[in-house]
């Protein structure tokens, strides 16, 4: 039942980042942005809730920094959840700028 349960899981999530790459293919930048923000929010809400971590609040970054707090994720690896929290909330932003793709991150 449990690994039924994850495989859906995993799936959805990966329906959520297929959405968020044909976003960005179509150069809706802020949208693609926010759509894999959500899917790796939920990804860290479903560590957390496997490893019975509880957290009040749960943002990207309150989930990033449980998981160090309890030594599931390595400081790389934390630095690198804390950019794409940045990412996403810079593409929650009602900027008159929207965000730009570089060549580079392509």
């Not at 943002?59 to 309890?70: P, V």
């Not at 934390?78 to 950019?83: A, D, E, N, P």
Request: hydrophobic share 40%; glycine share 4%.
């Amino acid at each position: 039942m449990l690994d039924i349960r994850r495989e859906i899981q995993a799936g959805l999530l990966d329906a959520e980042l297929d959405k968020a790459a044909l976003l960005l293919k179509n150069k809706q930048l802020r949208a693609a942005g926010v759509v894999a923000g959500i899917a790796l929010e939920k990804h860290l809400e479903q560590v957390c809730e496997r490893r019975q971590l509880k957290v009040s609040w749960k943002t990207i970054a309150d989930l990033n920094e449980l998981l160090k707090k309890y030594e599931v994720i390595d400081f790389p690896g934390y630095r690198h959840i804390s950019l794409l929290s940045d990412l996403q909330l810079l593409c929650l932003k009602n900027n008159k700028r929207n965000p730009k793709l570089r060549k580079s991150q392509i």
